[in-house]
Every structure is written in C-alpha cells, then in structure tokens.
C-alpha cells in the first residue's frame, strides 16, 4: 500500500531509522590497565633468528625508504645471512 502523505512518508522514515540505529547499549566490560610484559631480551641475535625473520618477509612488497626490495634478502642465502648478523650484534 503506498504512502501518500508526506507525514506519513517522514513518519516510516523516523521508525524505519530509529530501528537502525537506536541499539541497545553494549555491556560493561572491566577495563585492564596493565599489559602483560612485552618478552625483551638484550641477547645478540644468532644467525637461526635472522634468517627466520629474511623467511618472514613478503618478496613482491613495494620497498621501503632504503630502495631496497625484499626479495634481495630473501635471496641473500647464507652469506647474506651472515653479514646481517654479524651487522646487527654491533648495533
């Protein structure tokens, strides 16, 4: 049945939108103020963990602000491998 009055019309329109958007309020949760402590280690890394995390990288991602693409390190191998520990213990 259509609508003829424009009050009717804005009336289904003001019921139609209140059961949109007028949702019960979400429950309450507790807040948590404090994290768990993030696992920091001041160990120099060894070369397993460096070529876990050449593994972790994405080939085809744009590179970053060096100009340099991931998939040179990825295909680095064990040289790479290598260097970039022996890099990263004397930082």
Not at 2 to 16: K, Q
Request: proline content about 12%.
């Amino acid at each position: 049945m259509a609508i003829t009055s424009i009050h009717r019309c804005l009336g289904r329109w003001a019921e139609f939108f209140e059961g949109q958007f007028n949702w019960p309020a979400a429950p309450e949760t507790p807040v948590r103020l404090s994290c768990p402590p993030w696992p920091v280690t001041n160990d120099q890394p060894n070369q397993e963990e460096v070529r876990r995390e050449l593994q972790l990288l994405k080939r085809y991602e744009s590179p970053g602000p060096d100009d340099l693409p991931p998939a040179l390190f990825k295909d680095g191998g064990d040289f790479l491998t290598k260097e970039l520990t022996t890099l990263f213990t004397k930082v």
